[in-house]
């Protein structure tokens, strides 16, 4: 039995994640804060031979993710796949004006939440066996080039990719391969705005194309279906006629 963990399963890419893992033979636990979407996720799955387990988890807290992760253990005694997905922006106001209530809460749900998941999988995954496992950050093309007004969400999501390198290389010597999905407009609730128009680097508002987030999720599947010894470090997933190369 292969197990997952997805953040911010109750929603756009983290749900499309889980059920697509689910498909091809994953138990796949789904955590978040709002646990009527995880239960809606999990009613979803499709194949009867592996549950989606929905449990209510707050990642920004060390206390909630160490309880989770030995339930985890607990359960199936290991973890093959960990995708760090939950995330949040900041209000889009110049950086003179963000709040540091929203500075902290943007790198709390991106940053740290990321951190101390990948903490706890990485112990499981040293001694488990057999040893070793596969995470995925949930990078985006703002972790290369920024928006206007995103400080927050740009650096947090800049620190990821940090996060990602760092796992990757000190993962090496347990079979711990680190993997990072850049993910540019796809069409979920955060991203609707893209269809409405959002401010470019000149200045300008433009209405930018989107893409099915079901994508995400099969991207992540198959980088989950890969084998013990082939990792894909970044991916870039995006919508094809977006205006992100080149971008300011």
Not at 2 to 30: M, Q
Not at 142 to 158: F, G, V
Not at 164 to 193: P, V, Y
């Amino acid at each position: 039995m292969r197990v997952a963990l997805v953040t911010g399963g109750g929603s756009g890419i983290g749900r499309s994640a889980a059920l697509e893992l689910n498909k091809i033979d994953f138990t796949v636990y789904v955590v978040g804060r709002r646990e009527e979407e995880l239960i809606k996720t999990s009613s979803l799955a499709t194949n009867n031979n592996h549950e989606i387990i929905p449990i209510k988890t707050d990642i920004t807290i060390g206390s909630q993710v160490i309880a989770l992760f030995d339930k985890i253990k607990s359960d199936h005694g290991r973890i093959d796949l960990l995708f760090n997905n939950a995330g949040m922006g900041a209000p889009r106001v110049p950086i003179e004006d963000l709040k540091e209530e929203d500075w902290r809460k943007t790198v709390d749900v991106n940053l740290t939440g990321s951190f101390l998941c990948s903490q706890q999988a990485i112990k499981l995954m040293k001694n488990q066996s057999p040893k070793g496992g596969r995470i995925v950050n949930n990078g985006s093309v703002s972790a290369h080039s920024p928006r206007p007004d995103t400080i927050a969400y740009t650096a947090t999501k800049h620190a990821v990719n940090g996060l990602t390198k760092s796992i990757a290389l000190d993962g090496r010597n347990f079979n711990i391969s680190c993997s990072q999905l850049d993910i540019g407009n796809a069409d979920t609730a955060i991203g609707s705005r893209f269809k409405s128009g959002v401010p470019q680097a000149n200045g300008e508002v433009m209405v930018e194309p989107v893409f099915e987030a079901e994508d995400c999720g099969k991207a992540v599947a198959y980088i989950a279906s890969l084998p013990e010894g082939t990792n894909i470090l970044n991916m870039t997933i995006m919508a094809t006629n977006m205006p992100f190369v080149g971008r300011g």
